[in-house]
């Protein structure tokens, strides 16, 4: 029953921005942990972004730091992913991650394809 529902994918060009959601469902999200990781094609999983559960503390990926920003409505359990500057190295599947701090274990959505190109 524990749902995580990427959305906001989708075709851009270098320079431009786009902005992922994250809805999530059936667990305890106002205090999980939430991360954004991406997989560029032919690549390994790289972790994004943190957000803490309160969203008062967050952590950025060298390469995006700068360009993107993390941050969640716990009121609509939702987090967001706001890409800025975008490049085409940015080009991944985005998934969303919650670490569940009361069963101590983590949760992934299907991902969401964001490809940068002219």
């Known amino acids: 029953q524990v749902q995580l529902v990427e959305s906001g994918g989708g075709l851009v060009e270098p320079g431009g921005s786009l902005r992922l959601s994250c809805a999530a469902s059936?667990?305890?999200?106002?205090?999980?942990?939430m991360r954004w990781y991406r997989q560029p094609p032919g690549k390994g999983r790289e972790l994004v972004a943190t957000?803490?559960?309160?969203?008062?503390?967050?952590n950025y990926g060298d390469s995006v730091k700068g360009r993107f920003t993390i941050l969640r409505d716990n009121a609509k359990n939702t987090v967001y992913l706001q890409m800025n500057s975008l490049k085409p190295e940015d080009t991944a599947v985005y998934y969303c991650?919650?670490?569940?701090?009361?069963?101590?274990?983590?949760?992934w959505g299907q991902g969401t394809q964001v490809t940068v190109s002219p």
């Open positions: 059936g667990f305890s999200f106002s205090i999980a942990i």
């Open positions: 957000i803490s559960s309160a969203g008062g503390n967050t």
């Open positions: 991650n919650a670490w569940d701090r009361l069963m101590r274990y983590d949760y």
